[in-house]
């Protein structure tokens, strides 16, 4: 039996900065606490002889994930290598020639061996390069690799590798697995389920509260100072997000940073690319790529609209969602607590999508608008193919059902839901 003492450190709905503090009795040890939500399913694909290929953002947690990995795959006797192609003494030989391998690792034994390889995108054609050994070596090396940004698949990936890798994406960490990191465990069964106690409900949106203004990024969620927690953030967008760039051949660099925030502070709303262009004084195409490395540097979504072939329908603007509240908020410059917010609501509006990405697949969530800008938050399409509209207030008092008559007469059988701060938490999307 281990025994925790917890620290939780937030900024409460009305501007106050307070703590928490209890002891957690359990049979766990700092590792688990550690480990993402993702590492038990990755663990289980380590038995398939298909190729791992670990996909995020920057910063996520890939590498630390692989580590974990590694550890318990050693402590099991298996034999382990692990490679970084940040390294150029490693990368060259790679570059030169696949069967370069087996100089740097040892060649093939009567043992299954289990080869990490992190940054796989700074091979020139890295899906040459694990075919070739795949093709020969499937049944005894085993590739588990990550990749930083989704256009490198795009772009190097020559052979899409079909049917010999399974994609797994580690986004930033969710409100479930933000209290995971918090060590707070013994909340989480009372997210989205439908039969939340109201006892847990002021702790639980405390931490959601934090959630909204600093994101999911592991290292900010462990850093308990709100002025660190600012700056690791701004290091993230100033270095990490301009990385991408850099290594996507970008050409303006000023360009690509105003685009992100303009679309920070334009959250929730309509993607007009003629006006982010214009305001970053680059023409039509650029502003496309710089959107489409943004999108492949899992920074941003774009959310497509429902339509059911209503010419009044809008059916070519998409909205504007971000990957990370607290990347989102760094761009805008704004860290006030959520009650002194006046970007509350769209702030709401960006979460409740992120969760119903985790709920559903992208295409299967839509959001609705007509030409006269009548519109619905979100469609979304269920398993079991019922439609359901959710329009997020942060405050239930100002949804009022007339307004949507628009929705409510063109779609009467698609119910349209509230979600507010009073009920988000609690509602069980899936029912």
Same mark, same amino acid.
């Given at each position: 039996m281990s025994i925790f003492i917890y620290f939780s450190c937030f900024w409460n709905n009305f501007g106050i900065y307070s703590f928490t503090y209890g002891i957690i009795l359990e049979s766990i040890t700092k590792e688990d606490i550690m480990k993402r939500f993702l590492y038990s399913d990755i663990k289980k694909h380590l038995k398939n002889k298909q190729i791992t290929?670990?996909?995020?953002?920057r910063q996520t947690g890939k590498t630390t994930l692989m580590h974990q990995l590694i550890d318990d795959l050693k402590k099991n006797g298996e034999l382990v290598f692990f490679l970084t192609l940040e390294d150029q003494d490693i990368l060259k030989p790679l570059n030169d020639n696949p069967k370069n391998l087996f100089k740097i690792i040892p060649p093939i034994s009567d043992s299954r061996m289990f080869l990490f390889i992190d940054k796989i995108q700074y091979l020139d054609n890295p899906s040459n390069f694990l075919k070739y050994h795949y093709d020969i070596y499937q049944n005894s090396l085993k590739f588990i690799v990550t990749g930083s940004s989704n256009f490198y698949i795009d772009r190097k990936f020559k052979d899409s590798l079909a049917g010999r890798k399974r994609i797994f994406e580690l986004p930033t960490l969710s409100l479930a697995e933000f209290?995971?990191?918090?060590?707070?465990?013994?909340?989480?069964?009372?997210?989205? /389920? @439908?039969?939340?106690?109201? %006892?847990?409900?002021? !702790?639980? #949106?405390?931490?959601?509260? =934090?959630?909204? &203004? $600093?994101?999911?990024?592991?290292?900010?969620?462990?850093?308990?100072?709100?002025?660190?927690?600012?700056?690791?953030?701004?290091?993230?967008?100033?270095?990490?997000?301009?990385?991408?760039?850099?290594?996507?051949?970008?050409?303006?660099l000023d360009a690509y940073t105003h685009i992100l925030k303009l679309m920070a502070s334009q959250t929730g709303s309509l993607l007009n690319i003629n006006s982010l262009s214009n305001d970053a004084?680059?023409?039509?195409?650029?502003?496309?790529?710089?959107l489409w490395v943004m999108r492949k540097s899992f920074h941003i979504h774009l959310l497509l609209p429902f339509f059911n072939n209503i010419s009044s329908e809008l059916r070519k603007m998409p909205k504007i969602f971000f990957a990370d509240l607290g990347l989102r908020n760094s761009? /805008? @410059?704004?860290?006030?607590? %959520?009650?002194?917010? !006046?970007? #509350?609501?769209?702030?709401? =509006?960006?979460? &409740? $999508?992120?969760?119903?990405?985790?709920?559903?697949?992208?295409?299967?969530?839509?959001f609705w608008r007509t030409q006269k800008k009548h519109e619905v938050d979100f469609v979304v399409q269920k398993k079991n193919d019922t439609l359901v509209a959710y329009e997020v207030k942060f405050d239930k008092d100002r949804f009022r059902i007339s307004k949507y008559k628009t929705f409510t007469d063109t779609y009467p059988d698609i119910p349209l839901e509230c979600m507010d701060m009073d009920n988000c938490l609690e509602y069980d999307f899936q029912t």
């Open positions: 290929l670990l996909l995020g953002a209290l995971h990191f918090k060590q707070r465990d013994d909340l989480i069964p009372h997210l989205n /389920t @439908g039969t939340a106690a109201m %006892i847990y409900n002021d !702790e639980i #949106k405390n931490f959601f509260y =934090e959630y909204l &203004i $600093y994101g999911g990024y592991p290292e900010v969620v462990l850093e308990c100072n709100l002025k660190e927690k600012a700056l690791i953030l701004k290091e993230l967008w100033e270095s990490y997000a301009k990385k991408d760039a850099v290594e996507a051949h970008l050409q303006n004084s680059i023409d039509h195409k650029s502003a496309d790529e710089y761009l /805008t @410059g704004n860290f006030q607590p %959520i009650g002194l917010r !006046e970007d #509350k609501g769209a702030l709401l =509006e960006n979460y &409740i $999508y992120l969760l119903l990405r985790k709920q559903f697949t992208g295409d299967n969530i839509r």
